[in-house]
């Protein structure tokens, strides 16, 4: 007697096959890549295991895309999310190419709804309803890596929030997201930000407003009384630091002492000595 096959038990092992690059939620999801769609959908990706988590952990997941392979290394993520009620997706590994920003991909993405607001739609200086006390600004930032790693340092000392100026990039960009390695779900961050009012916007916040520049008159090492304050640092762009009028404008403009032969210090590692010390200082309060 033969024995035939029937297609229902042929899919019993895969209950459904994995999404392609040619599924329209896929398609929808990678055209994300471009800041025009993020704006118009209010929406992002998040890749990589640690974003995924906090996306999580702070309800803005909608959906998780993974691969075969994220599947069974990220089991528990996996079961967070369905738990979560989460949906989950099996994508293929060239689908997941059209989803990821990395040259390797880590096999999972979440597609996230929006959480950066736009300058004037939302109050972003406070923590709960506490008065903000260390707050970092971005000013024209043009490197995705170099806002991701701002927010990332903002988040790890204890800042209540991040605002970015116009003209910097999109801290919901797929790099930037991924060099916050998680920490942009952690804290309100603005973008658009005019610079006219920036100076205004932090006195009402109850902020004073420093500057990180090599010129600066007052020394880092030198300003515990002053530095211990509310304080808004900002943090110039990469190749022009911040403009004359604004440095001019701020209540303090402050220099970190360089001992060695190095012409200047990175906006990133700068950030983070500053906010160092402002955490240190008010800490100590």
Not at 231 to 254: K, S
Not at 274 to 281: D, E, F, G, P, Q
């Amino acid at each position: 007697m033969t024995h035939h096959t029937s297609p229902e038990q042929g899919t019993q092992r895969r209950p459904a096959d994995p999404f392609t690059e040619r599924t329209p939620r896929v398609v929808s999801a990678s055209k994300l890549h471009r800041a025009a769609s993020r704006r118009k959908a209010g929406r992002f990706l998040a890749e990589g295991a640690n974003s995924v988590e906090a996306a999580l952990a702070t309800d803005r997941a909608l959906e998780v895309f993974c691969d075969e392979d994220a599947a069974d290394r990220f089991s528990a993520l996996i079961d967070s999310a369905r738990g979560r009620g989460v949906r989950v997706s099996m994508v293929t590994a060239r689908a997941m190419r059209s989803l990821a920003d990395t040259v390797t991909p880590s096999g999972i993405v979440a597609l996230c709804r929006t959480l950066v607001v736009e300058s004037g739609q939302e109050p972003a200086d406070t923590a709960g309803s506490q008065p903000a006390r260390l707050v970092a600004i971005g000013q024209a930032l043009a490197e995705p890596g170099n806002v991701g790693t701002l927010v990332r340092v903002s988040d790890a000392l204890g800042a209540d929030a991040v605002w970015l100026t116009e003209g910097s990039v999109d801290p919901e960009n797929p790099k930037a997201v991924r060099a916050s390695a998680g920490s942009l779900f952690h804290l309100p961050i603005v973008r658009g930000l005019a610079e006219s009012r920036l100076v205004a916007r932090a006195h009402a916040s109850g902020l004073q407003i420093a500057v990180a520049t090599a010129d600066g008159e007052v020394d880092i090492e030198h300003a515990d009384e002053i530095l211990s304050r509310p304080t808004a640092w900002i943090f110039g762009n990469e190749a022009h630091g911040v403009p004359a009028a604004l440095a001019a404008a701020a209540d303090l403009r402050v220099r970190i002492p360089i001992r060695g032969r190095a012409e200047s210090l990175n906006i990133v590692t700068a950030a983070s000595i500053c906010l160092h010390t402002s955490a240190r200082l008010q800490g100590a309060g």
